[in-house]
């Protein structure tokens, strides 16, 4: 029978989500939408020397920003939980000892200390079939002394039994049949009496299963860990139902070689989280996505194409085509570089395709941290509806559109020594009198009276509306200048020109 597709993200929440996991998340949610499959979020909480309180609130939030909702999970609950691995000691407790009783692993006591003697006397070590026969272990010690010791408080691991000399074979939907020996692979430490707590093998293993996991997606980072999960669901007998795995590409860095790093971002100045972080314990704050002005839809285009393409030669896609093109069998095994411009050109576009009301509520904090409280909000709207074109980021509508809410007080100096001579503030009052007789300040109307009176009169068309323009503006920039005069109110426009003609002083 065909299983409902059922996906997890289940990261660890050891510090902010990473822009990788937002990938990977983002992935997971594409694919239970496209195949109508559920969507759990798991903490993968059993380090617990790694906890950052925070992280996994922050993790939710982050998620939630950019549109992606789980079915189940630490807060929507379900059936299958709990969801947070810390509250499923006791299930892990009975499979750990299901394979200890079917001789699938073993119990080992040997201390850090001897360990690190056995690395250092034998070259590579690696705790195996090999040299498991010379460690401190159930498989070396008579049956009563394990049990003495464990009835003495010694603290032992768990260790997984690998079989030598077999061929592990991990199918991928990206990387397809991938084989290795498992003489390659160690004993690995699934349980430890410290902390009663499974190691992440063990515990993401035995969720899965419990879950009803058909799909694990994930970082190309965890493929080495593969080999070892298959043999697991082997020695649990569950290899009938393992999930199908998807290792998604690594993220590289823009520039140069090797795996996207904070430090990337740091350096070229993009932000590797999608909300800010703020560190709880050095207190030292990260830059989000959200906080330096992009819009969600955009960061969600952009991380989509970050490991697969449509097939075709489509870029901006909305979630609902992205989910309706996605296939794993478009995704690339190599690496995907990070190109945050690209990223950037997303945002700009769809700033420019953004409704002005949702715009102008997002400006709305920016508007405040510029002092400005008191905007209309329809004359907001209209503002932004003139210049979003021209913004990359949310506070660029800020540089683009400032003039529209604080009159100049300074005059770019070398506009001026361009644009305002002598003869300038004769010009500027004749202007102040025509705008007066204009009662249609519509773009187009405007400025035809405006032209005509220019033209009658011979002046040079440049000198003046930059002229017109300084004063209004403060500097040579800005959109259209009758698109301007259009919203800004008449009065403005002319208090605006009186005030250069006082203030500015022409050398
Ligand atoms: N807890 C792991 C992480 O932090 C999960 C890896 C997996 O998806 O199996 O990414």
Redesign the pocket.
């Known amino acids: 029978m065909e299983r409902k597709v059922r996906v997890?993200f289940?990261?660890?929440p050891t510090g902010p989500l990473h822009i990788g996991?937002v990938r990977?998340a983002l992935y997971n949610y594409i694919f239970a939408k496209k195949n109508g499959g559920d969507m759990i979020l798991r903490i993968?909480d059993t380090d617990s020397k790694r906890y950052v309180p925070g992280a996994e609130e922050y993790i939710i939030d982050a998620l939630n920003w950019i549109g992606i909702s789980f079915d189940e999970g630490i807060v929507e609950g379900g059936k299958y939980g709990p969801y947070r691995q810390s509250e499923r000691k006791k299930i892990y407790k009975e499979y750990v000892d299901q394979l200890l009783v079917n001789d699938k692993a073993y119990i080992a006591f040997d201390t850090p200390e001897e360990l690190e003697k056995a690395r250092q006397e034998v070259p590579n070590f690696q705790y195996d079939s090999k040299t498991r026969s010379q460690m401190r272990n159930s498989l070396t010690m008579p049956k009563e002394e394990v049990e003495r010791l464990i009835r003495e408080g010694e603290q032992y691991v768990v260790r997984f039994k690998v079989e030598p000399d077999r061929d592990v074979e991990v199918n991928d939907l990206i990387r397809g049949k991938v084989t290795i020996n498992s003489n390659i692979l160690d004993d690995k430490v699934l349980y430890k009496s410290a902390d009663h707590l499974p190691t992440?093998h063990l515990a993401?293993i035995v969720d899965d299963h419990l879950m009803e996991i058909t799909h694990?997606i994930?970082?190309e980072e965890?493929l080495p860990?593969a080999p070892l999960h298959v043999l697991l669901y082997e020695a649990f007998g569950w290899q009938d139902t393992m999930p199908q795995f998807v290792h998604l590409p690594l993220l590289l860095k823009p520039v140069g070689n090797g795996k996207l790093s904070k430090r990337d971002g740091d350096k070229l100045g993009f932000p590797v989280f999608l909300l800010e972080w703020k560190d709880p314990t050095s207190g030292e704050i990260s830059s989000g996505y959200r906080e330096k002005g992009y819009l969600p839809e955009a960061v969600v285009n952009f991380l989509a194409l970050l490991g697969w393409n449509p097939g075709d030669d489509s870029e901006m896609m909305s979630i609902e085509e992205i989910i309706d093109k996605f296939s794993f069998e478009h995704c690339s095994k190599s690496g995907a570089k990070f190109d945050y411009k690209k990223g950037i050109w997303f945002n700009h576009e769809y700033i420019g395709k953004a409704d002005n009301v949702r715009l102008a509520l997002l400006f709305h904090s920016i508007l405040l941290e510029h002092g400005v409280t008191d905007a209309d909000p329809v004359y907001v709207e209209k503002v932004i509806g003139l210049v979003k074109g021209r913004a990359d980021l949310l506070p660029d509508l800020w540089t683009q559109a400032d003039f529209f809410f604080k009159a100049p007080e300074t005059y770019a100096e070398k506009d001026v020594k361009k644009r305002w001579s002598e003869d300038t503030p004769r010009i500027m009052e004749e202007l102040i009198g025509v705008l007066e007789g204009i009662d249609d300040m519509t773009s187009a109307n405007a400025e035809k009276i405006v032209i005509d009176w220019i033209t009658e009169k011979g002046y040079h068309l440049g000198n003046v509306m930059n002229a017109f323009r300084l004063a209004v503006v403060g500097a040579c920039r800005g959109p259209h200048m009758f698109d301007i005069t259009e919203l800004m109110p008449k009065e403005e426009v002319i208090t605006r020109i009186r005030r250069a003609i006082e203030k500015i002083k022409p050398e």
Do not use: D, K, L, Q
Request: net charge positive.
């Open positions: 997890r289940a990261p660890s996991g990977t993968e992440y993401n694990v994930r970082g965890w860990s």
